[in-house]
T-cell receptor, first 111, second 116 residues
Framework: LAKTTQPISMDSYEGQEVNITCSHNNIATNDYITWYQQFPSQGPRFIIQ???TKVTNEVASLFIPADRKSSTLSLPRVSLSDTAVYYC????????????FGAGTRLFVKA | GAVVSQHPSRVICKSGTSVKIECRSL??????MFWYRQFPKQSLMLMAT?????????EQGVEKDKFLINHASLTLSTLTVTSAHPEDSSFYIC????????????FGPGTRLLVL
């Protein structure tokens, strides 16, 4: 299973763009990269998933370089309600499909 | 997005009793569900993988006789904490694997267990 490494915490201000980078040097060919958001006492919420290049949805963008050894979650114009823990996971598409969570990144958005 | 529910959302029980937690995929069928445990300020720890119609696969260090998992249908998995003790107090989260163009797990809202 591919291990992911993220910064432990990040601070930002309302209205700023936040980029959280994740390292996954040993990602497998069949792994997708998936990001989740978690608020206290809630289950993780799916944000975005991608395999390579760029993926964008209504809440975020995901940038994945050609070597796929890292990825960057981009949150445009964050608000106070974006304060949460963000997890980057290498999601297997074959085999047992189980996913191991890393420590995640605690994002603090200040007014 | 897909919806996964858990019941109950929180439970308080006495030491020595058993507690059952249900996980349901509401709008899709899930052949595989996962159970996680999360302690305060920590990440999610995978406990076991639950496959419909077969025995669950437990992670190393997780007692299968203490954490009983049943996945009797494509939309329901249950976790029973048997003879619960205070150290079992935690936040239990399930997820369901949704098959499609891409593999994605959708998580339930979690169940807070407090053992007195």
């Amino acid at each position: 299973l591919a291990k992911t490494t993220q910064p432990i915490s990040m601070d930002s201000y309302e209205g700023q763009e936040v980029n959280i980078t994740c390292s996954h040097n040993n990602i497998a060919t069949n792994d997708y990269i998936t990001w989740y958001q978690q608020f206290p006492s809630q289950g993780p919420r799916f944000i975005i998933q991608g395999y390579k290049t760029k993926v964008t949805n209504e809440v975020a963008s995901l940038f994945i370089p050609a070597d796929r050894k890292s990825s960057t979650l981009s949150l445009p114009r964050v608000s106070l309600s974006d304060t949460a823990v963000y997890y980057c996971l290498a999601t297997p598409q074959t085999g047992g499909f189980k996913t191991i969570f890393g420590a995640g990144t605690r994002l603090f958005v200040k007014a | 997005g897909a919806v996964v529910s858990q019941h109950p959302s929180r439970v308080i029980c006495k030491s020595g009793t058993s507690v059952k937690i249900e996980c349901r995929s509401l709008d899709f069928q899930a052949t595989t569900m996962f159970w996680y445990r999360q302690f305060p300020k920590q990440s999610l720890m995978l406990m076991a993988t639950s496959n419909e119609g077969s025995k669950a696969t437990y992670e190393q260090g997780v007692e299968k006789d203490k954490f009983l998992i049943n996945h009797a249908s494509l939309t329901l998995s249950t976790l029973t904490v048997t003879s619960a003790h205070p150290e079992d107090s935690s936040f239990y989260i399930c997820s369901a694997r949704r098959q499609g163009v891409e593999e994605t797990q959708y998580f339930g809202p979690g169940t807070r267990l407090l053992v007195l």
